[in-house]
């Protein structure tokens, strides 16, 4: 007796056949296309199996973002900045205490006051056994400031101020050339790493943003992109600058750089011992990372300004009243503390305590309905005043909780939320009343803030902000190259400001990593970098 | 018959994929945020000249009917163009790098999905409301009903964490990767005939694989265990009992073929879910594929790439339908292929 199939004619043999037949056809359909959209994306093919000594040895990182590009020219992310800052060194560095130090730089000097000359550091190696000189320091300066003609124009140009040139004196002597006075130049440098010329020019542009070669602790292994960034010690290292001791190679085997864009992802894997550091832990977990067996929380203050903006250019906060109306309205105090449970810390300013000339004069905040209420009627808003509060989604709890305390002073805010850059844009097109955003300022000078916002022609100034006496002091005080004298003015800048009020409920949040305990020598830094090149792994038992 | 119904079909691939390219891209320049706006975002100060200059670059300044002839015109020979957010790459190698992990992951899935509910499904039917049927039917409530991104975290937890039984995330020991041959990992190691390596990916399938298995291993079972119940009424499975067959033989090969011709249209229809549902895992599990490519890039606005996977999504679905079409033909005499 045959199976119920074959009443239709169908064997069993037939109707295997066909399933088969149906399968393929779903297996081979997006097989065959992928097969056509391969073409050339066979490089991945490189893809191997990494030594056992170092899959072992190595520390593994579990990043909050991903990275489109390695490329240390190419992108304004904190998280590719801190991956490469292991594989390419740069002229100067900070240690954990945010202290400059010499690194591919043996010293500088000032010639003039527009001319700095540095001396580099002799028998340093890059990855590949090249020798590192004064042209690849040139050629590494020229690409950003796009004087090298036919590469596309770096996004990090504007970190470098008004630097116009480079000069290659000898082999182990430049000169970088500025425009006026720029005295926090080597400031700056911190945030550029040193490429290979040679190297460059061999592989291309994009060659290089998938495999850059530098001088640093470690050398790139492999990048499988939204998956890993793979990189090994490289033995031949110079050690570093002599002032963060000790010089020598690194000490672990490797690192393995993981985006786990997920926060819940990065505690479970930390706590299951599946990475040994993680990155950007949300302030509500922090208490809970500190009851793990095997791991602890190492925090940093933060260098990112969180504020509320307000347009000083449109109604109605083109009237100072209600400008000060709304700082009486509302104090960051309680609702940090209450939202990010003590991990940040209201300010009274745009600046964070650890940015030099930091103005510590200036009144904490304090809420006072009564007296915001008294100056809306003052400025003609007796029935209370109804606003639009913009932000976008991370920041969309805290705004609502702004608007909520705010409703006791009679201003109606409402929330709305934007994805990130559409608002940037937005704001930068000084297109938005009120809105809750943030800038970060990891040089802590004031120069990457306070300008960059305030000055009349600052690129984003939200806020339709135009002070003639800011804008002089803030171009004497970038341009003085006596320190004193350019604490002197931003200090009394940030009192105009706060006189000003473009911008109020200031506050900044700690950097918090969850480190496993096998971990020792790394600390949270405040500028969110992940040097590595001390840090070593106990052995496990 | 089969020849002609395949390549019919396969025919009208094309201008269902015209449609939601035409479609996505729409709803993509509707939406706020543009590519160059996200290019520039951080990117200090910015001249109008170098905004203009960049979408020229691009074609973004050309007008849209212009910008979709051209996206369809080289899409067509295969040529997706450069990302707009991976550096210096095309579209065609970013999704060529993503595609094998996300296949391999879905192929898992559907696999485990089907080895969990037929079965369930059958045994469930044999006694309906037994003490069996009574913890499946509950189980399945849950499958359906809880959130993958909940699930994802909740497997986490308990396999990777409490029981340390699982990895959390990745897709294999590094020191074991096989050499590249389909992408698969699986494939690859049983390819190079690596055994440790094969159990490494299978280890690290097993999360994300259940956690997107089980809303539609939920449903298949269901379907399963309610047409059984009907099936296992009727008079020929009567008769097949009367005259003596083992149980195993009235259960396997006469019930449940005939059980299944129901359910091939809902694994059909689940596995397309599948593909949707592999946006979330995969975010949760950090899992390099292309859902988690899909969300990134439409963040990042980056129209060819979220053009591409689309388009990928759309086959498979659109093959997903044809060969449940084709097994339901194959397992049910009376329907005919035209």
Not at chain 1, 467 to 493: Q, S
Request: a neutral charge; glycine letters at 8%; proline letters at 6%.
């Amino acid at each position: 007796m045959r199976g119920v199939g074959s009443r239709g004619g169908h064997t069993r043999r037939d109707f295997l056949k066909r399933s088969v037949g149906a399968l393929a056809v779903v297996g081979a359909g997006p097989s065959l296309l992928t097969g056509l959209l391969a073409g050339c994306g066979r490089r991945q093919a490189g893809q191997r199996a990494l030594r056992a000594d170092l899959v072992r040895g190595a520390l593994s990182v579990a990043l909050d973002a991903d990275v489109q590009t390695l490329d240390p020219a190419m992108h304004r992310s904190r998280t590719v900045e801190a991956v490469v800052r292991n594989v390419c060194d740069g002229l100067v560095a900070r240690d954990a205490e945010m202290r400059y130090v010499p690194q591919l730089a043996e010293s500088w000097e000032l010639e003039g006051d527009t001319r700095w000359v540095f001396r580099l550091r002799k028998g340093v190696t890059f990855h590949d056994g090249s020798a590192f000189t004064a042209d690849d320091v040139k050629f590494t300066i020229d690409r950003i400031i796009g004087a090298i003609p036919g590469l596309p124009p770096s996004p990090r140009k504007d970190l470098l101020g008004p630097v116009t040139g480079t000069e290659v004196l000898d082999a182990h002597t430049v000169a970088i050339i500025t425009d006026g006075p720029y005295p926090i130049l080597h400031k700056k440098l911190v945030f550029q790493e040193i490429c290979p010329r040679a190297y460059f020019e061999e592989v291309g542009p994009d060659e290089f943003a998938r495999k850059p070669i530098g001088t640093g602790p470690f050398r790139l292994v492999e990048w499988i992109a939204g998956e890993r960034i793979v990189v090994e010690r490289f033995d031949e290292y110079y050690g570093g600058s002599p002032e963060v001791p000790p010089v020598e190679p690194a000490k672990l085997a490797g690192v393995i750089f993981r985006p786990l864009e997920e926060a819940a992802t990065r505690l479970v894997s930390l706590e299951a011992q599946e990475v040994d550091v993680a990155v950007n832990v949300p302030s509500d977990q922090a208490d809970r990372v500190d009851t793990f067996p095997t791991a602890h929380l190492s925090v940093a203050q933060g260098t990112r300004t969180h504020f509320v903006g307000l347009n000083c250019a449109r109604k109605p906060f083109s009237d100072r009243r209600v400008r000060e109306a709304m700082r009486h309205a509302v104090d960051p105090k309680p609702i940090v503390e209450q939202f990010l449970l003590g991990r940040a810390r209201a300010l009274p300013g745009m600046l964070v305590p650890m940015a030099f000339s930091y103005d510590e004069s200036l009144p904490e905040p304090r809420q006072d309905p009564g007296r915001a209420r008294a100056l809306l009627r003052q400025a003609g808003y007796a029935d209370g005043l109804e606003v639009t509060l913009d932000c976008e989604a991370t920041d969309k709890r805290m705004a609502e909780a702004i608007a909520g305390v705010m409703a006791g002073a009679g201003v109606r805010a409402e929330v709305r939320v934007w994805k990130k850059d559409n608002l940037l844009n937005q704001l930068r097109r000084q297109e938005r009343d009120m809105f809750l955003t943030s800038w970060g300022n990891s040089s802590l000078d004031p120069s990457g803030i306070l300008p960059v916002l305030f000055r009349s022609d600052g690129y984003s100034n939200f806020f339709g902000y135009r002070n003639g006496t800011v804008d002089r002091l803030l171009e004497e005080a970038d341009r003085a190259m006596d320190p004193e004298v350019r604490a002197r003015k931003y200090v009394e800048v940030q009192r105009i400001l706060h006189a000003d009020i473009p911008t109020c409920f200031h506050f900044a949040q700690e950097e918090l990593y969850g480190v496993s305990d096998r971990v020792s020598n790394f600390r949270a830094r405040p500028d969110g970098m992940l040097p590595m090149h001390d840090v070593s792994l106990a052995d496990e038992a | 018959m089969w020849g002609r119904f395949v390549g019919h079909r396969l025919l009208q691939l094309i201008p269902v994929l015209i449609g939601v390219s035409f479609i996505v891209f729409l709803t993509m320049h509707l939406t706020p945020g543009d590519p160059i706006e996200h290019m520039l975002g951080q990117a200090g100060r910015i001249t109008q000249a170098q905004i203009d200059e960049l979408r020229s670059h691009y074609g973004l300044d050309r007008p849209l009917l212009v910008q979709y002839g051209l996206f369809l015109g080289n899409a067509a020979v295969g040529d997706f163009g450069p990302s707009y957010s991976h550096q210096g790459r095309s579209v065609s190698q970013v999704v060529a790098e993503r595609f094998p992990a996300t296949l391999e992951l879905t192929l898992f899935a559907f696999a485990l999905g089907i080895m969990l509910a037929i079965p369930a499904g059958v045994v469930a039917s044999l006694r309906p409301h037994g003490r069996f049927d009574r913890t499946a039917t509950v189980t399945a409530l849950l499958g359906i009903s809880m959130p993958g991104f909940w699930l994802g975290i909740m497997l986490m937890i308990v396999f990777g964490l409490r029981l340390q039984w699982l990895p959390i995330s990745g897709r294999i020991d590094l020191a074991l990767v096989p050499q590249y041959v389909t992408g698969l990992h699986t494939v690859d190691s049983l390819l190079a005939g690596d055994g440790a390596a094969f159990w490494s990916a299978l280890k690290h399938l097993a999360l994300p694989g259940l956690a997107m298995a089980a809303p539609m291993a939920a449903m298949v079972m269901r379907m399963v265990r309610s047409s059984m119940i009907g099936v296992l009424g009727q008079d020929y499975v009567q008769f097949a009992r009367a005259k003596g067959l083992p149980e195993r033989d009235v259960i396997g090969k006469h019930a449940l073929r005939n059980a299944l011709i129901p359910t091939v249209n809902i694994v059909a229809l689940q596995t397309g879910l599948l593909l949707s549902g592999n946006m979330i895992i995969e975010t949760v599990f950090q899992y390099p594929g292309l859902g988690k490519l899909a969300v990134d890039a439409i963040a990042a606005a980056d129209y060819p790439l979220v053009q591409a996977v689309v388009l990928i999504y759309a086959v498979s679905y659109v093959l997903l339908n044809l060969a449940a079409d084709v097994l339901h033909a194959a397992l049910d005499p009376r329907v005919r292929l035209a």
